[in-house]
């Protein structure tokens, strides 16, 4: 057993809509008048403004001449609204939900000089040819399946024993059946998120090294097993077990509308436990790891969670990695953000509902936790990439014009 945990872009990762706050200007110099620390947050039903602001009052409380705000991003990911920030020479002091790669590195402080980096959740696995460039609170997995436990009941299904992706497919059909929308999506990045929780699982169970490997041109999209997943995918559109109007839906949407019955399975990481909890609907709602072409249980799709960086250019460097390190370090900060999200760390516990701890017996019976980052870390704008081609199953795409379309776009790259 890893730890005991509670419970949210990118792919799955989750989604970056960010919160506002006014800058202020001055190095830190002027930290006797007062340092603004402009921090990027991630944005989520779980993870609200409010939510940001009452957990660094803390922080605030504890050093006194130093506040910190959250920046303005609107709709566009982290990382855009960093380069923008850049690009007009106002950088922000730290930012979430950015995951350096060789490529963007010097962007952000090298941290491997500050030893508390080294116990942060897989510092090993993000580092960046040995060096530490983003530090994060705790760890997700997202290769899940929650359903309605009544939707089940009514279509006569076992959950148990679904573990291949034909049974998950006759379970769709029965569910149909019985009168339920099979299986939520939704809009936004949703999409390929939830085509990255399954179909990862499956392929980098069975080859680790894939994503290497096609970065060297040995294999593609096109004749590996992420072809006969995007097969099963464009096959649930086809039979209606997936709703086309789902992609007007955003990621609110789509998690309410399972939430209030209107669906009865949706896929989606270990953060949509807090979700549940909050709704009251934890003890209505199960949950089993994703069923594969393969070896089953499969290996979980998981990442870092609540990563921060230090912007190279941070008017307020010294300011900023303390900062970093008390949101990654600190007790009550690391018990407050794993349980508001759903996210897990080693030596820290606290209370579960049935739901989480449903799902905590997932973790601990997945033979690894598959992590993209390092060499398995696909190119930059992959998971816009993945996000559209799958998107465009909806619209009459076939399962082999999105993987050609992959392959062609990763080929573009360089």
Known sequence: ???????????????????????CGGGSDQAAEGTTLRVIVNITPNL????????????????????????????ISADAKLRQDLAAGDPPDVAQQITPNADTASLFADLSDQPWTARTPLADQYAIDGKHYVVGVGEQIQSLVFYDKAAFGKAGLDATKIRTMDQFTAAMGD??????????????????SQFSMMADAGVLTADPGWTAKRKDGKVSF????????????????????????????????????????KSAMYVMGSYFVPAA?????????????????????????????????????????????????????????????????????????????S???????????????????????????????????VQSLYTGSSASDAADGLDKWWNSQG
């Open 175 to 192: 569910l149909k059946g019985a009168g339920y929308k099979p299986l939520q999506a939704a809009g936004q990045w949703v999409t390929g």
């Open 1 to 23: 057993m890893r730890t005991m945990w509670r419970r949210t872009c990118g792919l799955a990762v989750a989604p970056l809509v960010m919160a506002s706050a006014v800058a």
């Open 48 to 75: 609200t403004e409010k939510y940001w602001n009452d957990l660094f009052a803390g922080y605030e409380k504890d050093h006194p001449g130093v506040k910190v705000a959250l920046e303005l991003t609107g709709t």
């Open 277 to 353: 909890d909050a709704a009251k609907k934890s003890d209505e709602i199960g949950v089993f790891t994703m069923p594969t072409d393969g070896a089953y249980p499969s290996g979980q799709f998981g990442n870092i969670s609540n990563p921060y960086v230090v912007v190279n250019k941070s008017r307020h460097r010294a300011e900023a990695i303390e900062f970093v390190k008390w949101a990654t370090t600190d007790p009550e900060a690391i018990k407050s953000q794993l349980a508001s999200d759903g996210n897990l760390r080693e030596g820290f516990t606290y209370p579960m509902s």
């Open 222 to 261: 096109a004749k590996s097993g992420y072809l006969p997943y995007l097969e099963h995918y464009k096959s649930w559109i086809d039979k209606g077990y997936l709703d086309k109007s789902a992609l007007g839906l955003t990621y609110a949407d789509g998690q309410t509308a399972f939430l209030n019955g």
């Open 355 to 389: 739901l989480g701890s449903s799902v905590q017996k997932i973790l601990d019976k997945a033979p690894s936790v598959i992590v993209k980052s390092g060499e398995s870390q696909p190119i930059a704008g992959f998971s816009d990439e993945l996000n559209k081609q």
